[in-house]
């Protein structure tokens, strides 16, 4: 079956680059179409997408934090990692990571999130 | 940036009773929309995609409606797990955006 999970840091302080981690069974990204996605939601509040890999090794970003985002992937792995770097506190959320295809975008399956706190 | 708003912000109904969300898109997105539903600390779970499609394991008492700005998720009649948050999402423009999300709370 598809599972998802993120790992990284749960507490970076301001300026740090956080790195996370979603490592995922049940497909691969070397299948054509597939596409790991990493979205956030601060707490209590709505969920924001942030980036998105596919098998072909395109990369999208949401646009308000393109300069500070990058994703990679370790197909061998089964891993997608995502940077950010210049981090602030208003960064305070929990981080997803969920799958998708290519041309569908919808989101099927989903880690359990992490939640990473920016504080000093 | 497709700017998706969600109404009512909370919705307030008894196990039983029909609920009506509604998504409103700032442009014409054909029948492109999803809709996830959210329980207190967990992921959203997908319900609904392109606009009136069940997806995998979703009660037929979940159905979705509505093309180019207007959309709509309807529960036929609550059971007393649908109490949660539900957001829709655009998927045709980058970037991917998703509405504010309504909450449906017990009465």
């Known amino acids: 079956q598809v599972t998802l999970r993120e790992s990284g840091p749960a507490l970076v302080k301001p300026t740090q680059t956080l790195t996370l981690t979603c490592t995922f069974s049940g497909f691969s990204l070397n299948t054509g179409g597939m596409c790991v996605s990493w979205l956030r939601q601060p707490p209590g509040k709505a969920l924001e997408w942030l980036a998105l890999?596919?098998?072909?090794?395109?990369?999208y970003y949401t646009t308000s934090l393109k300069t500070r985002l990058t994703i990679s992937k370790d197909t061998s792995k089964n891993q997608v990692v995502l940077t950010m770097t210049n981090m602030d506190p208003v960064d305070t959320a929990t981080y997803f990571c969920a799958r998708t295809f290519y041309g569908d975008f919808y989101f099927d399956y989903w880690g359990q999130g992490t939640l990473v706190t920016v504080s000093s | 940036e497709i700017v998706l708003t969600q109404s009512p912000a909370t919705l307030s109904l008894s196990p039983g009773e029909r609920a009506t969300l509604s998504c409103r898109t700032s442009q014409s997105i054909s029948n492109l929309l999803a809709w996830y539903q959210q329980k207190p600390g967990r992921a959203p779970r997908l319900l609904i995609y392109d606009a009136s499609t069940r997806a995998t394991g979703i009660p037929a008492r979940f159905s979705g409606s509505g093309s180019g700005t207007d959309f709509t998720l309807t529960i036929s009649s609550l059971e007393p797990e649908d109490f949660a948050v539900y957001y829709c999402?655009?998927?045709?423009?980058?970037?991917?955006?998703f509405g504010q999300g309504t909450r449906l709370e017990i009465k």
């Open positions: 890999i596919n098998w072909d090794d395109d990369k």
């Open positions: 999402q655009q998927r045709p423009d980058w970037p991917i955006t």
